[in-house]
């Protein structure tokens, strides 16, 4: 077995890996990262250029990032596959969370879904 498989098989077994967040709203950044920390996971506020195995969620606030939607999905696809890619937003801003659905990301939430689910997403 090669290191690299042995490593992601260690972050599986474990439940450890990565979770990267694009977000700007900083207070719910830190909230997020104290639940992605709690249950084992290393944070980090982008996406790597390298070494995207790890990453286990990534997370689209679409309120701050939205306009990345269509761009995130691509470059998941690309560094990342085995990411789950959840994006979240206002429920009133019906449009952001229905361009991110086009886009290719299944899960879209609203605010309160996400903050609710939140313990549940990384267990």
């Known amino acids: 077995?090669?290191?690299?498989?042995q490593h992601e098989t260690s972050?599986?077994?474990?439940?450890?890996?990565?979770?990267v967040m694009l977000s700007s709203d900083l207070m719910f950044v830190?909230?997020?990262?104290?639940?992605?920390?709690?249950?084992g996971f290393e944070f980090r506020g982008r996406l790597p250029d390298d070494n995207a195995d790890s990453i286990r969620f990534v997370?689209?606030?679409?309120?701050?990032?939205g306009k990345l939607a269509s761009?995130?999905?691509?470059?998941?696809?690309?560094r990342c596959p085995q990411a789950r890619l959840?994006?979240?937003?206002?429920?009133?801003?019906?449009?952001?969370?229905?361009?991110?659905?086009?886009?290719?990301?299944?899960?879209?939430?609203?605010?309160g879904q996400f903050s609710s689910q939140l313990s549940q997403i990384f267990s």
């Open 1 to 5: 077995m090669s290191e690299a498989s």
């Open 11 to 19: 972050d599986a077994q474990r439940g450890t890996g990565c979770v």
């Open 30 to 39: 830190s909230r997020v990262k104290a639940v992605a920390t709690k249950a």
């Open 59 to 65: 997370l689209l606030d679409l309120s701050t990032q």
């Open 71 to 78: 761009e995130i999905v691509a470059q998941c696809a690309e």
């Open 86 to 111: 959840i994006a979240y937003g206002p429920h009133v801003q019906v449009d952001k969370l229905d361009a991110a659905r086009q886009a290719g990301i299944a899960t879209v939430m609203t605010n």
